[in-house]
């Protein structure tokens, strides 16, 4: 390929091989040398840009990009040829090379104004001719003036004189057309220079040949260097024009990028050389010389060209202004009949201009914004946010967007939606551009749909979405504060009681309770059902009280049409500090009221707990505990231990009491207090279904030993709930029939904090009674029940509370009056009594002093497996009469 470097620096070795041969063998010689090299190198490189031009044109199938390519190749064939004519024998050679210089330069400059990339379009490829001739033009003048008219020799002064100008005027366009595509073009640039240096080559070899074309033999030798130095322009200039051509592409160009008001198309350049020419006349006018007819028509030449070109300039701005003014209507147009406000600020933020809509749209006049820090015109809450987001523009952020409440003439707050840009790199503006838009409608319905999305519909307090989100952002920013929440006791059983209307009554009455106690800053929410929650920014302890006011306010009694409800409600505190984030802190809060309302169970009011890791522990084990009740009696995991009581005097047994216990694998052993609260919670009859196991199971034991002529009564515990069962006495009925155990073995035993109140305990008790079962009343000086209810209660056995007849440490004597007074009192109403929790000698003595017959406790015996009481048993057996 000839256009790659390998194949170029051939052509140059050979070509100036050849060359300084022609400088050692003669002019005649020389000449022949010179013609050969320079015109195989061009006809070579020409032969490369007509091939680039047909592949070209066979890629785009269009004439118009493959136009450049080919007229160079046209130009540099013209060249290669004419040259490589002149040192055929029986030719004129300056002739020759006269018309070879006339016709290739034109098809030079007109391959360039072709080329894709340098002059798009008819107006821009006349702008080059005419800066180029006019540049040409002008120089040549001055140069005429100056030296060549003195000099010129006769008898081909008018070829020559064509020659010169067109090489002139020829290498000026090439170099403003390669300079002003040299911005979207660089390969341009390469293009025109070899096409310059092939002029340049060109005319100074046709110049040398016609100034010595008379005695060419005898030309001296450095005509001759010149003419090398000619070849060789000849050579690498149509190298460097198909580099160029083939870097160029074929791509079409957009006109108005290269004849854009701003750009160096849209002013003549002739106006330097033009002033040089004026400058060039008046000092040859003042040192006295005078003007030939070729200095007069080359100075006619560049005034002429100038003004064409004046005239061209003139319409390019009238046709620009037209566009302009065009533009700035259209601007105009759209700015005015918007509904967004623009604003200029400058760098200091202070408005220098605005819209006309903002006088139609906010009803702000010049004189109310202009001048004026653009903050000055916001809300105090929201002007820190537009400067922030000002300042972000200024240090290099592109767009910024911010929404913020504008004042508008009336004196109102608007929301309005902004959006910033940086123009300051723009002569036109020089500033910050911001573009405001009202959007009060919009604020307006977000406003709405977030009263909806935020906001519980039953009660109108937050919802838990809007609840966590605050305390989300609270633990954001560090803020200190705690977190309360609270659920209404016993609100279900009111659904069910009295209906949907009056639960919803009660819970926007305790809504409302919630709004009065609360504070301006605290935020009360409902998170569902009957659980209610409170953000507080107050310490913990603080927030305790506040906790405790809540409380109170909710068990005030609910005043309904026709119906007082009583309520209570159970309250947990958590530092919000403290949690890593919002929900920790609600999970926290909640666990502190899951143990409040374990501890209130036995309370009518509500209870106030902090949250406490302990708590978190203690929930998991009763969570445990809850998965694990159902199916324990299955399983085989409850079992009964039995702790004898006796005859304090003969320490012979009379009975036992049977004591659940629950031994889990993993749990180890539960505490009946512990399980059978949670069981009777759970529900589904699984608390009824344990307290059958241990009335079954205990009748059965008592059955065998009874069996085995062994005379005891056996005792069970019961709580509350099973008390109150409405088939509780049914099941003790079938377990004495199922296991044929008299009725009066068999003793139940209630604690004092399982009598609800005296009327339903009287029925209760009074149902075993009338079975024949006896019932005992379980430690005894614990509870709430006075001496003189004894008189009303069907009770049948007192076990006394080691309480009684414990003394304090130090001190002696005050046990055993109030032991008397209660055994008395028993006894007096045919009570038995039984010393419960004996556990030294001491306490023995005390009670016996007293006169209570029998006693159960750890002095006594240890509650243990049936297997080893039988063995007590057995070792206390009575002595045979």
């Not at 008592?702 to 099941?731: F, K, Y």
């Amino acid at each position: 390929m000839i256009g790659n470097p390998r194949t170029f620096w051939l052509i140059m070795l050979t070509a100036a091989a050849a060359l300084t041969a022609a400088a050692v063998i003669g002019p005649v010689l020389g000449l022949v040398a010179v013609a050969a090299a320079a015109g195989v190198a061009a006809m070579a490189q020409a032969g490369a840009l007509i091939r680039l031009a047909l592949r070209i044109h066979h890629g785009r199938r269009d004439f118009g990009p493959c136009r450049g390519a080919g007229f160079l190749g046209m130009g540099a064939l013209f060249t290669g040829a004419g040259v490589a004519a002149t040192g055929l024998p029986g030719t004129d050679p300056g002739l020759v090379a006269a018309g070879t210089t006339l016709i290739a330069a034109p098809t030079y400059l007109l391959g360039l104004l072709l080329l894709p990339g340098t002059a798009p379009t008819l107006g821009a490829r006349l702008r080059r001719l005419l800066d180029g001739a006019g540049i040409g033009v002008s120089l040549f003048y001055c140069a005429w003036v100056l030296a060549l008219g003195h000099a010129q020799p006769p008898g081909t002064a008018p070829l020559r004189l064509a020659v010169a100008v067109t090489g002139s005027v020829a290498v000026a366009v090439a170099v403003v057309t390669g300079l002003r595509a040299v911005r979207h073009r660089p390969a341009a640039l390469g293009c025109s220079g070899g096409a310059a240096l092939s002029i340049v080559g060109l005319v100074v070899y046709c110049l040398l040949l016609l100034g010595h074309q008379r005695a060419w033999p005898a030309a001296p030798a450095v005509v001759v260097a010149g003419l090398v130095l000619a070849g060789l322009a000849m050579v690498a200039g149509p190298f460097l024009v198909t580099a160029g051509a083939r870097r160029a592409g074929d791509e079409p160009t957009q006109p108005e990028a290269y004849d854009e008001p701003g750009t160096l198309a849209a002013y003549p350049l002739l106006m330097g050389p033009a002033l040089l020419a004026v400058a060039v006349s008046a000092l040859h006018l003042l040192t006295g010389g005078h003007f030939d007819a070729v200095a007069v028509g080359l100075g006619v030449a560049s005034f002429g060209v100038l003004a064409v070109r004046e005239l061209l300039a003139a319409r390019d701005i009238r046709r620009y202004a037209r566009r302009l003014a065009g533009r700035e209507a259209r601007f105009r147009t759209l700015v005015s009949g918007s509904t967004d406000v623009t604003i200029v600020l400058d760098a200091d933020l202070v408005v220098r201009w605005q819209s006309p809509a903002a006088a139609r749209q906010f009803g702000l006049s010049d004189q109310d914004a202009l001048g004026r820090p653009l903050t000055d015109l916001l809300h105090p809450d929201d002007a820190g946010q537009m400067r922030a987001a000002l300042r972000a523009v200024l240090d290099g952020h592109q767009h910024v967007l911010v929404q913020a409440r504008l004042r508008d003439g009336f004196g109102r707050w608007r929301d309005t939606e902004s959006t910033v840009s940086d123009q300051r790199t723009a002569p036109e503006v020089a500033g910050l551009v911001v573009h405001v838009r009202d959007i009060a409608d919009r604020a307006e319905l977000q406003r709405a749909f977030d009263e909806v999305a935020w906001t519980d519909d039953q009660t109108g307090l937050a919802n838990r979405r809007k609840f966590v989100a605050a305390a989300t952002g609270a633990c954001a920013d560090g803020r200190p504060g705690s977190l309360l929440v609270l659920e209404l006791d016993r609100y279900e059983s009111v659904a069910d009681l009295h209906g949907q209307a009056v639960a919803g009554a009660v819970l926007i009455e305790a809504a409302r309770r919630l709004r009065t106690a609360t504070g301006a800053e605290d935020l009360p929410a409902r998170l569902g059902g009957a659980g209610f929650a409170v953000l507080t920014g107050a310490p913990l302890v603080h927030a305790f009280a506040l906790a405790t006011r809540l409380a109170t306010a909710l068990a005030e009694p609910f005043q309904l049409p026709g119906l007082t409800v009583h309520l209570a409600a159970d309250v947990g505190v958590a530092d919000l500090l403290g949690a890593g984030s919002a929900e920790e802190a609600l999970r926290h809060a909640d666990v502190a009221r899951r143990r409040a309302h374990q501890l209130a169970r036995a309370r009518d009011g509500g209870r106030v707990e902090c949250y406490d890791k302990s708590f978190e522990a203690a929930l998991v084990r009763r969570t445990e505990i809850e998965q694990q009740l159902p199916g324990l009696i299955g399983r085989g995991e409850l079992d009964l231990v039995f702790q004898p009581v006796a005859d304090l005097a003969t320490r012979q047994p009379a009975g036992a009491e049977a004591l659940l216990r629950w031994r889990h694998p993993r749990l180890g052993a539960v505490p009946p207090a512990e399980f059978l609260a949670i069981a009777e919670e759970l529900g589904g009859g699984l608390a009824d279904e344990i307290g059958s196991w241990v009335l079954h199971k205990a009748c059965r034991q008592l059955s065998r030993w009874r069996r085995d002529g062994r005379d005891l009564w056996i005792s069970v515990n019961v709580t509350a709930r099973q008390l109150a069962a409405e088939g509780w006495l049914r099941t003790v009925a079938t377990a004495l029939d199922t296991h044929d155990v008299p009725a009066e073995s068999l003793v139940v035993e209630v604690t004092e904090a399982a009598l609800p109140d005296d009327t339903l305990a009287v029925e209760q008790l009074a149902g075993l009674r009338a079975l024949g079962v006896r019932t005992a009343l379980d430690h005894f000086g614990t509870g709430p029940t006075a001496l003189a209810h004894l008189r009303r209660l069907p009770i049948d056995v007192l076990k006394i509370d080691q309480s009684l007849f414990s003394e304090p440490a130090g001190r002696r004597g005050p046990a055993t009056p109030i032991v008397d007074v209660v055994v008395a009192l028993a006894r007096r109403l045919g009570i038995d009594v039984i010393a419960c929790g004996l556990e030294t000698e001491s306490h023995v003595d005390v009670v016996r002093a007293a006169g209570c017959p029998l006693g159960q406790g750890y002095v006594l015996s240890r509650p243990d497996h049936a297997e080893h009481v039988e063995a007590y048993l057995e070792r206390h057996r009575a002595p045979m009469l």
